[in-house]
């Protein structure tokens, strides 16, 4: 069964840093897409940052300058270093990917709480 493992959430001082992992597991043929979203209390998820499977990345106004996604192919592993982290950043935030030839296209793991103090 295919799914996504998030680690790496917690609770952090407004400045702070984090980075959250998130590995594909199970029955997985090409992902394409891996990336982050975030949904905050009373709000819409969004798209966060997102990574093609060639490297091309694309991210929220917001999180410019501050947020880095990387991944590894090999491992099936995305992965989202925040830096300077806001108040505003709190929310829990969901791994995502897709892959065509997969059971269903898009996959979403179960969030990992993120809270930033101020």
């Known amino acids: 069964q295919a799914q996504l493992m998030e680690s790496g959430g917690g609770l952090v001082q407004a400045g702070g840093s984090l980075t959250l992992s998130c590995a594909a597991s199970g029955s997985f043929f090409r992902i394409n897409d891996m990336g982050w979203y975030r949904q905050a209390p009373g709000k819409q998820r969004e798209l966060v940052a997102i990574?093609?499977?060639?490297?091309?990345?694309n991210s929220a106004d917001s999180v410019k300058g501050r947020f880095t996604i990387s991944r590894d192919n090999a491992k099936n592993t995305v992965y989202l270093q925040m830096n300077s982290l806001k108040p505003e950043d709190t929310a829990v935030y969901y791994c995502y990917c897709n892959d065509p030839a997969a059971a269903q296209y898009d996959y979403w793991g179960q969030g990992t709480q993120v809270t930033v103090s101020s």
């Open positions: 990574v093609t499977r060639g490297g091309r990345t």
